[in-house]
């Protein structure tokens, strides 16, 4: 799978975990909430990496260069 697909169903999956927690918000919902927070955390821990991956390294590249 490219990486660029990748990115794009890991937002898409972060998009949708975003309208489960709304809706278990607006509807005090406790299954939907809970379940937005079990997304939250697969999210967060599968990811990140594919997500942010580049983002992080190039911020890492430029602390290491400040404190250089």
Request: proline letters at 1%; zero cysteines.
């Amino acid at each position: 799978m490219s990486k660029n697909l990748k990115k794009t169903l890991w937002f898409a999956l972060l998009f949708f975990d975003v309208f489960v927690f709304e809706q278990g918000i607006v509807h005090t919902n406790i299954p939907s909430l809970i379940l937005a927070a079990i997304l939250a955390g697969i999210i967060n821990f599968a990811g990140n990496e594919s997500m942010f991956g580049d983002f992080e390294r190039r911020q890492k590249a430029k602390i290491l260069e400040r404190k250089d």
